[in-house]
């Protein structure tokens, strides 16, 4: 099995930062694919900023210039680090891993989410 958690998140004003953490565990061979996704009531779980194994990211328009997606490869860690936070960044932020499990098999898996407040 493989198991993700999130961690990082919180309150915090408009304008300021936070760092956010996914760690990997179990029986992961790979890490293929990696991504940070959200999602506020009302409205589909979105991606935000996503990574694939070559380094090649992706981010939603709205974060662009203010989020960048890392990764620690030998600790199976990805961060999403988010500076000038708006209001609208406001959700329940997930971490989604894709890849090979050991012994055999690929996996996707989510964390079970970690709440960003951006309010003054």
């Known amino acids: 099995q493989v198991q993700v958690a999130e961690s990082g998140g919180g309150l915090v004003q408009p304008g300021g930062s936070l760092r956010l953490s996914c760690a990997g565990s179990g029986s992961i061979a790979s890490i293929d694919a990696m991504g940070w996704y959200r999602e506020t009531p009302g409205k589909e779980r979105a991606p935000v900023a996503t990574m694939s194994s070559d380094g090649s990211t992706n981010y939603a328009d709205s974060v662009k210039g203010r989020f960048t997606i890392s990764r620690d490869n030998p600790k199976n860690m990805v961060y999403l680090q988010m500076n000038s936070l708006k209001l609208e960044d406001t959700a329940v932020y997930y971490c989604?891993?894709?890849?090979?499990?050991?012994?055999?098999?690929?996996?996707?898996?989510w964390g079970q989410g970690t709440q960003v407040t951006v309010s003054s």
């Open positions: 989604n891993l894709r890849g090979y499990k050991r012994p055999w098999g690929s996996y996707v898996a």
